[in-house]
């Protein structure tokens, strides 16, 4: 898997030849949970206790690659072995020793090959499952063996990225893919998925680049220009759980940004013949700086309702070597044409910036996109 500029390219092509499962040692499994482990040993416990309550019928196994902990998290998990067979539910642990991790993408990927479900359920470490998760998603991935399945959560400490949790939840089926442009990431989000191992193999491998790359978001980009779908299941069927040494906060904002631009251009603006920018202030002026000088040539206008932005009536781009610099046009949201691409932040208006859209009629995924 690649992004659509050639970087983020995996270390070794060839294990995606691994991805089917080659041990014929016990019965291919119906679902397999994935779980790369790393340091997480304050949670594995409750983690582990609501895998094995899962009221799914079928069969489950569980798949853990330790990613080098340097706590006791592997000794940890050896000692749910017994407690897994007496459910009937198989396990593999394995692992590495070496001085560093080698990554999120990496320890998933090892936990996929060595699994041998038709199903997989990926669960991090931190989270817990509700009884209900695989039963749930199980049925809907069957129905949608093309899609990535998402499903509810619930977040923990309550409260914590509050807006970002409402918009998780509160996404419609058309927005899980008309708002895979934001700076939220995947409208499913990566604890939550559930997919068939014919899709994996398809889209993947994860990337493996390690710390600072977002490997569930590059996965989910390939997916979408693979033609697979995305469907949440709507109920709360994980706690998702927030702290400061989640994973996520490594990737830096600059390279998803990158990533975010490069699809949206790959996506839709490639294929407009001109469009207006929603926000003239500051994300709005960096989106027409980051496009294409063959997309920044399409943007006919900037729209806003800031007043003192539309007195100002064009906006020059200074650093631009052409001359004479590109002046465009900035004026009221009520003079502007579309289609949009809207680069005002979602939830952060009170509710004027969606009654400004349904006032001029317009419908998501056609007259106009979200980027922030």
């Not at 390939?222 to 709507?234: F, I, K, Q, W």
Request: glycine content about 6%; aromatic content about 10%; hydrophobic content about 35%.
């Amino acid at each position: 898997m690649s992004s659509s500029s050639g970087e983020f390219e995996p270390e070794s092509k060839r294990l995606c030849t691994r991805i089917c499962p080659q041990n014929s040692s016990h019965e291919r499994a119906e679902v397999s949970v994935i779980m790369p482990v790393y340091n997480a040993c304050d949670w594995l416990n409750e983690c582990l206790g609501s895998i094995l309550q899962q009221d799914f019928q079928g069969s489950l196994e569980l798949s853990v690659y330790d990613d080098a902990s340097t706590d006791n998290s592997r000794e940890l998990i050896e000692s749910w072995r017994e407690r897994f067979k007496e459910r009937g539910v198989s396990m593999m642990i394995s692992g590495h020793n070496s001085t560093s991790p080698r990554g999120v993408g990496f320890a998933k990927n090892q936990a996929v090959f060595q699994s041998s479900g038709r199903y997989l359920c990926f669960q991090d470490a931190d989270d817990v499952m509700m009884p209900q998760r695989v039963r749930l998603q199980h049925e809907a991935a069957t129905l949608n063996t093309t899609a990535i399945v998402g499903c509810k959560v619930c977040r923990i400490p309550e409260g914590s990225t509050e807006r970002y949790t409402r918009w998780i939840n509160s996404l419609t089926p058309e927005q899980l893919l008309t708002q895979v442009y934001t700076s939220h990431g995947p409208t499913v989000v990566m604890p939550t998925w559930f997919c068939s191992r014919d899709l994996f193999q398809k889209v993947g491998p994860f990337n493996e680049g390690g710390k600072g790359i977002p490997e569930d978001l590059l996965f989910f980009y390939e997916s979408l220009r693979h033609g697979g779908g995305v469907v949440r299941v709507d109920e709360y069927l994980l706690v998702y759980r927030y702290h400061e040494n989640a994973a996520t906060h490594s990737v830096l904002e600059d390279t998803i940004w990158s990533l975010r631009v490069n699809f949206l251009q790959e996506r839709v603006l490639n294929q407009w013949e001109s469009f207006t920018i929603w926000n003239a202030g500051k994300q709005g002026r960096k989106l027409y700086r980051s496009l294409s000088p063959a997309n920044q040539k399409k943007v006919k206008a900037f729209c806003d309702v800031d007043e003192n932005k539309i007195k100002k009536v064009f906006y020059t781009y200074e650093e631009s070597k052409e001359r004479p610099k590109p002046k465009i046009s900035v004026l009221h949201f009520k003079n502007a044409s579309p289609p949009f691409i809207v680069c005002v932040k979602l939830d952060m208006t009170h509710g004027v910036l969606e009654e400004n859209l349904m006032s001029l009629q317009l419908k998501e995924g056609i007259h106009y996109y979200h980027f922030n």
